[in-house]
């Protein structure tokens, strides 16, 4: 595989170390009656370690010169869609995977927000997460309030599940080596956290609160036009403080007093 014509516009950096492969699985709890899906097959290696451990396995690659090398695989229970995985609905993956799920990637830079928040909002069998993702993409999966890190990203991850950074990779176990390190984290999914919660419409609300993020709550807030009979609705304490000084709990108080 490594005469393979890697392309820089896929973000493609494959992994061969077999103890790394096998700590991924490990990480991502993955046991016999367990689906899963993993999104960038690249080199095969990561799809034979979880379909050797799987019920099924159903991989995207977007990569089609990849395909006559991973079918030259055989493996019995994994199933290769050679299609851009953030072009096919979550409803119709799930109907190729026929179950609860777990996700598993190697994702490049580029494509890690839209996977994370495509699948923790429309994910309706998923489990759980298991991403290999640049340090620092990790470590604003993980920010706490007060952080310089901390955002929308983790604010929504808060929001559907707990997530955990697992291991820091370093750049040197991966061919093309990538300019900087890795970390692979784990989120967990808890549907039931806030069902009562529309969580498409609480994103797009952080998405106006977080358009400024050196400025006050409150100038946000008129930013995004909001009148001021509802920002009223709040302190303003509350209004003198910067989005990245509210917790979840605080900023969905903010919201249902807002739009509720």
Do not use: W
Not at 22 to 51: F, P, Q, R
Not at 188 to 198: A, F, R, W, Y
């Amino acid at each position: 595989m490594l005469n393979h014509n890697f392309k820089k516009k896929f973000g493609q950096n494959f992994i061969s170390d077999k103890n790394l492969l096998s700590a991924i699985c490990n990480d991502a709890d993955i046991k016999a009656g367990d689906y899963v899906l993993e999104i960038g097959a690249g080199g095969g290696t990561l799809t034979k370690e979880i379909a050797s451990r799987a019920k099924k396995v159903v991989s995207y690659e977007i990569d089609k010169d990849l395909k006559p090398y991973l079918l030259s695989l055989d493996l019995p229970n994994t199933e290769f869609v050679f299609e851009d995985v953030l072009s096919d609905s979550v409803a119709d993956i799930e109907k190729k995977i026929g179950g609860n799920y777990k996700l598993v990637a190697n994702l490049p830079y580029y494509i890690t927000s839209p996977i994370i928040f495509k699948f923790l909002k429309e994910g309706n069998l998923l489990t759980s997460l298991t991403i290999m993702v640049q340090k620092e993409v990790a470590q604003r999966i993980v920010a706490q309030k007060d952080s310089r890190d901390y955002g929308v990203l983790s604010i929504m991850t808060a929001f559907y599940g707990n997530a955990t950074i697992k291991r820091i990779v370093s750049k040197n176990m991966f061919y093309p080596k990538p300019d900087v390190d890795s970390a692979l984290v784990t989120i967990n999914i808890d549907k039931k956290k806030n069902e009562n919660i529309n969580g498409e419409d609480f994103y797009n609300f952080l998405c106006k609160v977080f358009a400024m993020r050196r400025k006050t709550l409150k100038n946000n807030l008129l930013h995004a036009s909001l009148t001021a009979e509802k920002i009223d609705k709040l302190d303003e304490i509350t209004l003198k403080k910067r989005p990245e000084n509210l917790s979840l709990d605080q900023l969905i108080s903010i919201y249902l007093n807002i739009f509720k």
